[in-house]
């Protein structure tokens, strides 16, 4: 399993007619499934932005520059947990 965490506006609502299914949609959810894409797996990854909130409480490291369609080259932070 992978993670991509990205934080922004979303798009949520039920899809469907016969089988009613909750889904999220845009361009936050793409960018978050481009972070997963990033790692490895069994780990998390997550902008810069959300690095900055959470790197007081955990570990982790530069995974590099990924270029995103339509938003240009991001900074994607790979985060684990602190060590005890």
């Given at each position: ?29 793409n ?54």
């Amino acid at each position: 399993m992978r993670v991509g965490v990205h934080a922004g506006p979303v798009v949520a609502g039920i899809v469907g007619q016969q089988r009613y299914q909750f889904d999220i949609w845009g361009d936050t959810v793409n960018v978050a499934a481009r972070m997963a894409a990033k790692c490895t797996s069994g780990s998390v990854a997550a902008t810069k932005a959300i690095w900055e909130q959470v790197s007081s409480d955990f570990e982790g490291e530069a995974l590099g520059e990924l270029e995103v369609k339509g938003k240009g080259r991001i900074s994607v932070f790979g985060i684990r947990p602190r060590k005890a």
